[in-house]
């Protein structure tokens, strides 16, 4: 039971490269977030699937996109990469209800020159 | 809408010390209420949660009780450890999303 996978854990962009961000998670989990972490920001939410087949925006969407491949999978594309999405990524997942847990996989470490 | 706020600033403390970390809460409702702690170079992995008025959340030392009167989830630990150094995140739910506190960074010097 690997809980939440991400790839890769880091990567190095030139502005304008374009390139997608793995999750998966084998707990057979409804819901999907992504995250960026920058310092003295907290966690900002990118976008998230509340159920496969659904996506919605969140507090940062702007310069990405998602795609909930299937129940397990949901991937974060950056289509034209700017030094602003340097950052750290993080993927989690979580049952339905008030009081579920949200997983967090390990980050993918993003930096854009 | 539903926002979390932390103290600011790092804190450093010495083994054994007391801990208090501040967190409260807006929202419309009253949110579930977690704790998250991000060890080095890794994830968030959950502390401790409480879901409504009145509950304490446990783990690990750490303590935490949701109050109502004055919208407050703070973090306690009575004893602090080396590896209790750590950045430390108060998070609201509601709606199936959260909202993150800053986070505070604790270091625990020997």
């Known amino acids: 039971n690997a809980g939440v996978t991400q790839t890769p854990k880091f990567q190095v962009l030139k502005t304008g490269q374009s390139m997608t961000l793995q999750c998966a998670q084998d707990?057979?989990?409804?819901?999907m977030y992504w995250y960026r972490q920058d310092p003295g920001m907290g966690l900002r939410l990118i976008y998230y699937?509340?159920?496969?087949?659904?996506?919605d925006k969140g507090e940062v969407p702007n310069g990405y996109n998602v795609s909930r491949l299937n129940k397990r999978e949901f991937s974060l594309r950056l289509e034209s990469a700017a030094p602003s999405q340097t950052s750290v990524y993080f993927c989690?997942?979580?049952?339905?209800?008030?009081?579920?847990?949200?997983?967090f996989g390990p980050g993918t470490r993003l930096t854009v020159t | 809408g539903n926002s979390v706020t932390q103290m600011e600033g790092p804190v450093t403390l010495s083994e054994e010390a007391f801990l208090t970390i501040n967190c409260t809460y807006t929202a419309t409702g009253y949110p579930s209420l977690f704790w998250y702690v991000q060890y080095p170079g890794e994830g968030l992995q959950l502390l401790l949660k409480?879901?409504?008025?009145?509950d304490k959340g446990s783990n690990k030392g750490f303590e935490a009780t949701y109050r109502k009167e004055t919208t407050s989830f703070h973090l306690e630990k009575g004893s602090v450890q080396v590896s209790d150094s750590a950045v430390y995140f108060c998070a609201g739910r509601r709606n199936n999303r959260l909202a993150f506190g800053k986070g505070n960074q604790v270091v625990v010097i020997p």
């Open positions: 989690a997942s979580s049952e339905w209800g008030l009081a579920a847990e949200q997983y």
């Open positions: 699937s509340a159920s496969e087949g659904t996506t």
């Open positions: 409480a879901t409504k008025a009145d």
């Open positions: 707990m057979n989990h409804n819901s």
